[in-house]
């Protein structure tokens, strides 16, 4: 079984300050992580995907995520914020495990405000 | 041209109604997923196809029911629609072990 918990549904932060989402995972198995992200009225957009490579991931706009395995967490962070960078994200975790194929699991979202 | 596409983006209908939501894709993907999303809730799975042949239930199967036409395309069906399927519906399709692609988007509405 995998879920994962995103500890706060909304985050409110200054244009120009970092911007840290934080996310906890459980899984059986050795997983595979992700952030999507979805703007208003859009579809979701992958922001950046762990898979067990580096554990430090870089993905789009000036996002990361580190995958820290001892404390089943894949937060994501950006130095500087920018107002585009409003919008919901949503931290994801597929445990890959042929037959479950790549079924993900979502986690509530997390909403992201940026003022000026 | 958008990779996944979905008809309609915006529909409302009554009670008691049946419904198609469709999708389709030019990625060439084998597999194929419906979600929906509910505020608060993020995306949970109704039902995923891992090719023509093959379709399976998801989380929240109940009510629903699809069909998979070809390999680029993958239905949703709601014989008879209820106020609590009122929700945002993504389509979404991948290549085995990678990531998924999403489609823009059905709302739904059922009053």
Redesign the interface.
């Known amino acids: 079984a995998q879920s994962v918990t995103q500890l706060d549904s909304h985050v409110s932060v200054s244009e120009g300050t970092p911007v840290l989402l934080r996310c906890n995972y459980s899984s059986s198995y050795s997983p595979s992580l992700f952030w999507y992200v979805q703007h208003p009225n859009k579809g979701l957009q992958l922001l950046l995907k762990y898979t067990s490579a580096a554990t430090l991931v870089k993905g789009i706009n000036g996002f990361e995520a580190e995958f820290k395995k001892s404390e089943t967490s894949f937060h994501l962070t950006k130095p500087s914020a920018h107002m585009s960078d409003a919008a919901e994200y949503f931290c994801v975790v597929s445990d890959g495990v042929t037959g479950g194929g790549n079924k993900l699991t979502f986690g509530t979202g997390t909403q992201l405000k940026v003022e000026l | 041209d958008a990779d ?1 596409t979905q008809t309609p983006r915006n529909r409302i209908t009554k009670t008691g109604k049946r419904i198609m939501l469709e999708c389709s894709q030019t990625k060439g993907h084998d ?1 194929m997923y419906w979600y929906r999303q509910d505020p ?6 109704i039902y ?1 196809s ?1 090719d023509v042949k093959d379709i399976n239930k ?1 989380e929240i199967s109940d009510g629903y029911s699809v069909s998979r036409q070809a390999q680029a395309k993958f239905s949703l069906s709601l014989e008879s629609a209820i106020p609590n399927q009122t929700a945002l519906y ?1 389509c979404a399709t ?1 290549d ?5 692609y ?4 059905t709302r739904l509405t059922v009053t």
């Open positions: 996944v597999r608060g809730l993020g995306l949970q799975l995923y891992f998801g993504f991948s085995p072990g990678s990531q998924q999403f489609g823009p988007g």
